[in-house]
């Protein structure tokens, strides 16, 4: 079996200025592009970001995976953060955001299959549009779709950090899934709220679109936000995806997959074309 995408792949990360221990943890390698972002005092969030990674880890060398493995993966890893042991200081115990893509086949198509918990981050470049892919579990987000802040206020809310779900850290709250048709040319980004709390999207997206290679636009995107402040842990995931299996032969089906694939994944996390006019 072979994967329905080709992809070059690069990865950065760094403490920051203002910590000294890396709290992210990521997986950079077909069919898994995946970052973990951990919370908690004494090395709590380093475990637990590096457990949710290493049970990921397992797919590695896969051509792509399904909803079924992600959902398995997701399950275990919140059950063995769940167990870690309370450390002093460590408050509702241990906890990691988790954000990213795995490559998906979808009866011979590319697709991204994105999963967020948290407030770390996915974005899709396509012709040259940057389009933030997930969205923050954060109570600032939760803020901006009540039409209680706006955007700009949210950059220096002081409540920015604070989420609403994860994996761990008491929290049960469900993963968003999106199914994304993929395309040659797309470039994926995954990093962590060091990256973002750092550079605004115009920055990202220039950086994106300025350097070719995605190891230089990973190191570039650290080294950013690094000059701005590196005030937390940043890492970031560039992923550009150079061939994709596609039915050619089906004009106008290109962003809807077939209904056995798409009744593993609930409605509101189907692309939106999908979402909004079902099948």
Do not use: K
């Not at 040259?128 to 220096?156: K, N, T, W, Y």
């Amino acid at each position: 079996m072979t994967s329905p995408m080709t992809v070059v792949y690069g990865a950065a990360t760094d403490p920051g200025l203002r910590r000294r221990i890396n709290e992210d943890s990521h997986i950079a390698e077909p069919p898994l592009f995946l970052v973990a972002d951990g919370m908690g005092g004494h090395h709590a969030g380093e475990v637990a970001s590096a457990t949710v990674i290493e049970e990921f880890s397992a797919f590695a060398g896969r051509p792509s995976l399904g909803i079924d493995d992600v959902r398995g993966a997701l399950a275990t890893a919140r059950r063995r953060v769940e167990a870690l042991p309370l450390g002093e200081g460590t408050g509702a115990g241990a906890g990691t955001t988790l954000t990213g893509v795995v490559i998906a086949d979808v009866h011979g198509e590319g697709y991204w299959l994105a999963i967020n918990l948290g407030d770390s981050r996915t974005y899709r470049l396509n012709d040259g549009e940057l389009e933030q892919v997930s969205v923050d579990h954060s109570v600032v987000q939760e803020l901006i779709d009540a039409g209680q802040l706006d955007p700009v206020a949210a950059a220096r809310d002081n409540r920015r950090n604070v989420i609403t779900r994860a994996i761990g850290a008491g929290s049960d709250g469900d993963a968003d899934y999106w199914l994304i048709p993929a395309e040659a040319g797309d470039r994926i980004l995954v990093c962590s709220d060091g990256l973002s709390s750092e550079l605004d999207d115009d920055t990202i997206r220039a950086i994106l679109l300025a350097e070719s290679d995605p190891q230089s636009a990973a190191t570039r995107l650290v080294h950013e936000a690094m000059l701005r402040g590196g005030r937390d842990n940043i890492t970031a995931l560039v992923v550009d995806a150079t061939t994709v299996s596609s039915r050619a032969n089906h004009p106008g089906d290109d962003t809807a997959p077939s209904m056995s694939f798409a009744d593993e994944i609930d409605g509101d996390t189907l692309p939106r074309a999908v979402a909004a006019g079902g099948f």
